[in-house]
């Protein structure tokens, strides 16, 4: 019931928001996604136009467009079964790599519960509805960092870099973490991706990465109360979006910093949380995050309820409790918020900070960051908890 409850209220918010970000019987990203693939099937310019069911543009790297294609050749419906699916099954194998990488037992049945506990969370709900990517590819991402010892790690977070760009933050956490080899690994990866792009659509390509890629505008508008980064809370708190410069000078450092202390924690052994916490600095630092993109809920939830369970509480309510919709928002009304409405305004990226300033003073505690899992002598030398298999994670959001 708390599940169905949060997906209507959230379609009733929804409702609200400007046609140009209306739902195309839900699943407005997955049709851009498709939008963008057709593109590249008629040999028809990506960035020049906009999908007519959505009026939107498809605002991705080429590589993504390319790797689109498979799904513009389906019917709607048939696509939009087969991309929820994938979305829920990455949502359940995100469940069990965290799981597994924090010394949990993860028999189906609790990955089920956890999966279904997981779709109370508003950032999973809104990927659903709208069919975003976002659950992909924190899996893949997942994969490749709590196990960052395979022969290939690393080309899964290049590969999510090619689709979306924002997942380069995890090559910082990996040299910081002392992966060099993974980073250079991530990097060709990335690489690859950007080539084939060239290969593919060489005229996309040209216009995304000389002009495209620094329009961050592009993508709606940023003072919305969804956009739950730095440049959309300093938008809000200045009426206009910021200079380039004092952008960069208030984000970069806080996501730095975020990743600073990401780092540590993964390489004291606590993967799980310290990818997290990296998928939080990305979050920050881009210019735009909607709250859809806020994914990473789900595992630094899991990852806390490790270490302190009040802590994962209060963390999972507020992406229960989605406070950002509060305040009035829509049509810019977020110019005139008081000063209190800017609180429950800016709430992911408040938790974010909270959670990270937090962590930070606990890991002074060499014992904190011990993980009772898995991981084992390659994580810092933390020895194996033979007894940590039997434990459970409860769902999150239950």
Request: glycine fraction near 12%; include cysteine.
């Amino acid at each position: 019931m708390v599940v169905v409850a949060a997906v209507l209220a959230g379609l009733a918010d929804w409702a609200r928001v400007p046609a140009k970000l209306s739902f195309h019987g839900g699943f407005v990203d997955l049709s851009v996604y498709r939008y963008g693939g057709r593109l590249v099937l008629d040999g028809l310019p990506v960035y020049g136009s906009r999908d007519p069911a959505t009026h939107l543009r498809f605002t991705y790297p080429p590589f993504a467009a390319v790797a689109m294609v498979p799904l513009a050749g389906l019917p709607g419906w048939l696509a939009t079964a087969l991309w929820t699916g994938a979305s829920v099954g990455a949502l359940a194998g995100t469940v069990a790599v965290a799981g597994r990488a924090l010394g949990r037992r993860v028999a189906g049945r609790s990955v089920a519960l956890l999966t279904v506990g997981a779709l109370a969370l508003e950032p999973v709900w809104q990927n659903l509805t709208f069919g975003q990517i976002n659950l992909l590819l924190m899996l893949a991402v997942l994969v490749d960092l709590v196990r960052p010892d395979r022969r290939w790690s690393g080309v899964l977070v290049g590969v999510a870099a090619g689709v979306k760009l924002t997942p380069l933050v995890f090559v910082v956490l990996l040299v910081l973490a002392g992966r060099r080899g993974t980073a250079a690994r991530a990097l060709l990866g990335f690489a690859g991706t950007v080539a084939i792009g060239f290969a593919v659509v060489p005229g996309a390509a040209r216009t995304y990465w000389t002009d495209d890629l620094v329009r961050a505008g592009r993508v709606g508008p940023p003072e919305l109360t969804h956009n739950q980064s730095v440049f959309g809370a300093l938008t809000r708190l200045l009426d206009h979006p910021p200079p380039t410069v004092l952008w960069l000078a208030v984000a970069g450092p806080i996501a730095l910093a975020v990743v600073g202390v990401a780092a540590v924690c993964w390489r004291r052994g606590d993967r799980v949380l310290g990818t997290g916490l990296a998928g939080l600095a990305m979050l920050l630092a881009s210019p735009v995050s909607w709250s859809h993109h806020w994914v990473w809920a789900v595992p630094v939830g899991l990852a806390l309820w490790q270490r302190n369970r009040w802590a994962a509480i209060l963390w999972t309510a507020v992406f229960v409790a989605r406070p950002f919709v509060w305040p009035p928002w829509g049509d810019r009304r977020e110019y005139g918020w008081r000063p209190i409405e800017h609180v429950p305004g800016n709430a992911y990226l408040l938790a974010a900070l909270l959670l990270t300033a937090w962590v930070a003073v606990r890991i002074a505690r060499p014992a904190w960051l011990v993980p009772s899992g898995r991981q084992g002598p390659s994580a810092g030398g933390v020895p194996r908890d033979r007894d940590a298999r039997r434990r459970d994670i409860p769902a999150v959001g239950a």
